[in-house]
């Protein structure tokens, strides 16, 4: 049977300016809000290791996706602009290793995350100045002192964030590390496809024939030169929308963000800061490819700068899959910036095993179906563990495909779980408590989970195609009406 299940998930930030307990990492949190330069309020926070505070912290500057401070980031936005947000899976495992390093880890919401409509959209400057002001409210409120050292760690389009905050502070941080190149230009005009610092990395990880590697390289250029010909509201009206080479641009893209990342080049703020400087890169990036990275020090090599430490991962991607980079980031500091060689430690082993155990866990339950395999179905429900910090959608069809192989009661924790204040999922996991009730003969129980399923509905349905059913407003409705009905769906 050929089952689809078409999931937005939606999450709301929630300002604070206490301490809190963080299940996902069982550290101390510090939430506040940094005003910025023109006005706006962003979330951040700042994950604290076990124990006493750290001496050392990175401030950790996100990717170009929006995202929160908390991990989350939103590739696309619903009709109230309300971002639908998946978790992403390297800043979570940041987290994870280096504040179990004993470093404590800052970061904050990216503006297009916060406020996904607001024209002008934001550009590298605006996103700096962010960070610059966050970093004056960690000073004045004696969070960052004399005695903390402070290190940017900027991930893909946070490593050319990084290099713009060089260019504003005043006083410079302890070291920065870009994971990934700084910086994503390349000179159309008087160069060609063979020189393209993308065409070896996808004739290696993508067979790409020359024909191939030309056509891409010729829509990129033909990209570069229109952005720099048209305003924002040309960008944001037509361009955005018309596909010109078979594909678009997301509705948070920020036209002054995409039009200088062809043109800027990190050498003169990384030059001028003076600071340590570790460039860390996958092998096989192509994203930044590894190519790209190396030109960057290249270029600070041949400029005199001694303060940089280059080192390319082996067979690593653009989303730091492996946990490598944890380690070298460590021993570099640790060393006093002469060192990336590192040893897996105890800690870390046991941050491998958890992170290899969810990964075969989601592998195996991926391929189960929603109907006709109870034995794994029960056996994955087991594994779960609540301290995995899955998402919202992964219990919401654990949920189902428990419900699909007779596991009621089961599924009705994973539909509990499922169940996240401010998830756009949240009102499908509310209506399936109802089913529950209703199996169950509380009807009263029922009818008040619909009624709040209809409160957070998020403005459009989940399709469930394996039961012929659609999760709609008149759905809810109508399980207000009469009791959900599981004979109509073969369900015992």
Not at 40 to 48: M, W, Y
Not at 93 to 103: P, Q, T, V, W
């Amino acid at each position: 049977m050929k089952q689809k299940l078409l999931i937005l998930i939606l999450a709301f930030f929630i300002l604070s300016a206490s301490w809190a307990q963080t299940p996902s990492f069982s550290k101390d949190t510090l939430r506040f809000s940094v005003n910025t330069f023109d006005g706006l309020n962003l979330p951040a926070q700042i994950i604290f290791p076990p124990g006493e505070k750290s001496k050392n912290m990175l401030l950790f500057i996100n990717g170009s996706t929006p995202y929160d401070e908390k991990g989350n980031m939103a590739a696309m936005f619903n009709p109230e602009g309300k971002p639908a947000i998946q978790k992403q899976d390297f800043y979570f495992r940041f987290l994870d290793f280096m504040s179990a390093k004993g470093y404590g880890v800052v970061s904050m919401a990216k503006r297009s995350f916060a406020y996904p409509s607001k024209l002008p959209r934001p550009s590298l400057d605006d996103l700096a100045l962010d960070i610059v002001f966050l970093i004056r409210q960690l000073k004045n409120q004696n969070i960052l002192t004399p005695e903390n050292d402070l290190y940017l760690v900027g991930y893909s389009e946070g490593s050319v964030v990084v290099s713009k905050v060089l260019g504003l502070l005043k006083e410079q941080p302890a070291g920065c590390i870009l994971l990934g190149s700084g910086s994503d230009a390349f000179d159309y005009q008087n160069s060609t496809w063979e020189e393209w610092h993308k065409t070896d990395i996808y004739r290696k990880l993508k067979s790409w024939t020359d024909e191939q590697i030309e056509k891409e390289y010729n829509q990129w250029k033909d990209i570069v030169f229109n952005l720099r010909q048209m305003d924002e509201k040309t960008f944001e009206n037509e361009y955005k929308n018309n596909r010109p080479h078979g594909f678009g641009f997301a509705s948070w893209e920020s036209f002054y963000i995409d039009k200088e990342m062809s043109l800027y080049y990190p050498e003169a703020n990384i030059l001028d800061a003076n600071i340590p400087l570790l460039i860390c890169i996958g092998e096989n990036d192509t994203a930044m490819p590894e190519k790209r990275a190396a030109k960057t020090y290249r270029n600070l090599v041949q400029k005199g700068f001694e303060k940089a430490t280059y080192k390319v991962i082996p067979e690593e991607v653009h989303q730091y899959h492996k946990f490598d980079v944890f380690g070298i980031i460590d021993s570099w500091i640790s060393s006093n910036f002469s060192s990336t060689h590192f040893e897996i430690n105890t800690n870390d082993e046991q941050l491998i095993n958890k992170y290899q155990q969810i990964q075969a866990w989601k592998n195996k339950f991926g391929k189960l179906p929603y109907l006709g395999n109870q034995e794994e179905a029960k056996i994955l429900f087991e594994q779960a563990n609540p301290d995995w910090s899955l998402e919202p959608h992964d219990w919401f069809s654990l949920g189902l495909k428990l419900i699909g192989n007779g596991y009621i009661s089961e599924s009705q924790v994973a539909f509990s779980r499922a169940a996240v204040e401010g998830s756009m999922i949240e009102s499908a996991a509310l209506v399936w408590l109802g089913h529950l009730n209703d199996l169950n003969g509380n009807r009263k129980q029922a009818i008040n989970h619909y009624r709040k399923a209809l409160q957070c509905y998020p403005g459009f349905p989940v399709q469930h195609s394996h039961l012929n059913i659609s999760l709609s407003k008149e759905w809810i409705e109508s399980r207000i009406e009469l009791p959900f009905n599981p004979e109509k769906l073969n369900l015992q």
